[in-house]
T-cell receptor
């Protein structure tokens, strides 16, 4: 079984400040890990993914995440927040034997203040 | 290349009715998954189809069903609608075992009154 925990349902950051969204997972098999962003009344847009290989993953819009197996974490960061980053962010996990089924975290709403 | 297309975008139904939602995946993708999104329960997996076969199923009652056609298009059906079925239903398109990124459609907003 797999599960995802996102710490903090709401995060407020100042424009230009670091964005850090935390995600911890549990999986009995090697995981595939993803971060998605959702704008109001929209679907989910893939920011980045980890499947195998390099543990530091770069995504779109300046986001990156690091897979830490020992900590079972996949935290998302962006060095400098922009107003357009205000949205809801979801961490998700699947696996090699269940690649078509994503287990999502509860989501983190990001507010960016001027 | 065209993205994932879900129709309709918005739907209002009455309790007890049934509804069918449609999803056309990205060309060449063979897997389609469905998710229900509500404020209280978040994003929950409904089912996944790969090459016309249901591979995985979430923990939803039998009123929720789906199918996939030979062209990979998928439909999901909800019978005997309840107020609690009001949600955003999202479809995800995945290439296959070696190409596991899920691309989502805009969703269908279902309101049951």
């Amino acid at each position: 079984a797999q599960s995802v925990t996102q710490l903090g349902s709401h995060v407020s950051v100042s424009e230009g400040a670091l964005v850090l969204l935390r995600c911890n997972y549990s999986s009995s098999v090697p995981p595939y890990l993803f971060w998605y962003v959702q704008y109001p009344n929209q679907g989910l847009q893939l920011l980045l993914k980890y499947t195998t290989g390099a543990t530091l993953v770069k995504g779109i819009n300046g986001f990156e995440a690091e897979f830490k197996k020992s900590e079972t974490s996949f935290h998302l960061t962006k060095p400098s927040a922009h107003m357009s980053d205000a949205a809801e962010y979801f961490c998700a996990v699947s696996s090699t034997d269940s690649w078509g089924k994503l287990q999502f975290g509860a989501g983190t709403q990001v507010v960016v203040t001027p | 290349k065209a993205g994932v297309t879900q129709t309709p975008r918005y739907l209002i139904k009455t309790r007890g009715q049934q509804v069918t939602l449609s999803c056309s995946p990205i060309s060449g993708h063979r897997s389609v998954s469905w998710y229900q999104q509500t404020p209280g329960q978040g994003l929950q997996f409904l089912f996944e189809y790969f090459s016309e076969t249901q591979r995985n199923k979430g923990n939803f009652p039998g009123r929720f069903s789906g199918r996939q056609f030979s062209n990979s298009r998928s439909e999901m059906n909800v019978s005997t609608l309840e107020l609690g079925d009001s949600a955003l239903y999202l479809c995800a398109s995945i290439g296959g075992p070696g190409n596991t990124e899920a691309f989502f459609g805009q969703g269908t907003r279902l309101t049951v009154v």
